[in-house]
């Protein structure tokens, strides 16, 4: 038994000799006329390729340094926050201290002169009262000596006794 092979499956000498000198042929007008645009599109895609991949890396850098800059400042901001609040705290106790301060200093003050003027109408008072009484005992010195030296030889008998004892003191 032998095995018989199909006739198309068998090279035939014109047929590879056809086919080598159209694929020489094609080869010849490829390398000619397309292997230099076919190799420089592919060169500008390659190119186009690695430019954007830098481009894309460079944009990724940048990227991750803005989030680190933006975490950054949002450090500094959540610091300032903290120290402004911490001095407007501060504040806020010296404004109640000095108002507190300022309260009591009025609050003094008030007591002085609340005291002051109390003492000066209790001087008063009493210059008043002693002037009164001063008056009271002018007019009654003035009585007794009118009824005592209401006669003329007793008055010169009172001022004589009067100068004597001046001179002996």
Do not use: C
């Amino acid at each position: 038994m032998l095995l018989e092979v199909n006739p198309l499956v068998l090279p035939d000498l014109g047929l590879v000799v056809w086919s080598t000198l159209a694929f020489l042929i094609l080869m010849w007008v490829l390398g000619k006329f397309g292997w230099k645009p076919i190799m420089k599109a592919i060169s500008e895609r390659e190119q186009g390729i690695s430019d954007s991949l830098a481009t894309a890396e460079k944009v990724r850098a940048e990227m991750a340094q803005l989030k680190s800059d933006n975490e950054i400042l949002l450090v500094q901001a959540r610091e300032e926050r903290a120290q402004i609040l911490k001095e407007a705290k501060e504040i806020k106790d010296k404004m109640i201290n000095e108002a507190k301060d300022q309260a009591k200093d009025a609050a003094a003050k008030i007591m002085q002169d609340t005291q002051q003027a109390i003492e000066n109408q209790k001087m008063a008072a009493i210059i008043d009262l002693k002037n009164q009484i001063g008056h009271m005992v002018v007019e009654v010195s003035e009585k007794i000596l009118r009824r005592e030296l209401a006669d003329k030889a007793e008055q010169e008998h009172y001022i004589k006794q009067l100068t004597d004892e001046i001179k002996m003191n």
